[in-house]
């Protein structure tokens, strides 16, 4: 069965960093492309950051340009999400899923209805 599992979250302070992590099982991610999502309290899960199945292309909504940066190893089947300069609007459940035949920028926009396979998801609060 595919499941994802998210790690990484946690407690961080305006400025800091932390480093999530998307592994997969009962599929290989090699052709697919992986994309995070974030849900904020009381609001609509967005598309934050995607990346082809091939990890040449990558897409990040405007918010974390800069700040954020996706990669992947197919080898260990897991994608991560390195966030710096976090910021308290960062703060949410992050999770990850899975999509071909998508152009990595289609994907990120398309709402949490579309897809079908989701983890729990991992905490990330920004507080001083």
């Known amino acids: 069965q595919l499941q994802f599992v998210e790690s990484g979250g946690g407690l961080v302070q305006p400025g800091g960093s932390l480093r999530l992590s998307c592994a997969a099982s009962?599929?290989?991610?090699?052709?697919?492309?992986i994309g995070w999502f974030r849900q904020a309290p009381g609001k609509e899960r967005e598309g934050v950051s995607c990346?082809?199945?091939?990890?040449?292309?990558?897409y990040y909504r405007d918010s974390v340009k800069g700040r954020f940066t996706i990669s992947r190893d197919n080898a260990k089947n897991t994608v991560y999400l390195q966030m710096n300069s976090l910021k308290p609007e960062d703060t949410g459940v992050y999770h990850c899923?899975?999509?071909?035949?998508?152009?990595?920028?289609?994907?990120?926009?398309?709402?949490?209805?579309?897809?079908?396979?989701w983890g729990q998801g991992t905490q990330v609060t920004v507080s001083s």
């Open positions: 990346i082809s199945s091939s990890g040449g292309v990558t």
């Open positions: 009962g599929f290989t991610l090699d052709y697919y492309a």
């Open positions: 899923t899975a999509a071909s035949g998508t152009t990595v920028q289609a994907m990120c926009a398309r709402p949490e209805t579309f897809y079908s396979y």
